[in-house]
């Protein structure tokens, strides 16, 4: 009886997160991959949370981890943010498909942390999201700010764990 309300929710949830599978499971197009003082055409996919790129070398990105911006450059430009590696800043042939491949990253990257196992019991139960894949990143098991250890807080967009103390001076910034 108390639950009626979370099994509600659930069930939107999962309708949601169908919605997002379907609308990514693959995306892909032509872009140009921009460097310091170079531009170069490169044919790039995403498939499975990943984005591929191909061209003269082949590369690929984990999106999981990754943030999405509108590129600094100008209105075309957009820059995939990794709290692991170098920016990554493209090029769209216009506005439209620049808003397109950003929803298309946006959403495999929900999908991807939508993925992490979201346990039924664990939500009637108020447990917190396993923070397991940001903890292995290297020099999470220390507060990002403060260095204390073991950290309870995470930015999953930054990759980075910090203790509660040093949340709650974030949150108030």
Not at 114 to 128: C, I, T, W
């Amino acid at each position: 009886e108390d639950f009626e309300p979370l099994e509600e929710k659930l069930v939107e949830f999962k309708s949601y997160l169908e919605n997002v599978e379907s609308e990514t499971e693959s995306f892909e197009g032509h872009l140009y991959l921009c460097g310091r003082k170079t531009r170069r055409k490169v044919w790039a996919y995403i498939k499975d949370g990943t984005l591929f790129c191909r061209g003269k070398e082949e590369s690929k990105h984990e999106l999981i981890m990754c943030t999405v911006r509108v590129g600094s450059v100008d209105k075309i430009h957009f820059e995939i943010v990794s709290a692991v590696a170098q920016p990554l800043c493209f090029q769209a042939d216009n506005e439209a498909e620049r808003d397109k491949w950003i929803r298309a990253i946006q959403n495999s990257i929900s999908q991807s942390l939508n993925a992490q196992d979201l346990h039924y019991s664990d939500l009637l139960k108020g447990k917190q999201l396993d923070l397991c894949l940001v903890r292995k990143i290297p020099g999470n098991i220390v507060c990002a700010d403060c260095g204390c250890k073991d950290p309870e807080w995470g930015s999953i967009n930054l990759g980075v764990l910090i203790c509660l103390e040093c949340s709650g001076v974030h949150r108030s910034l």
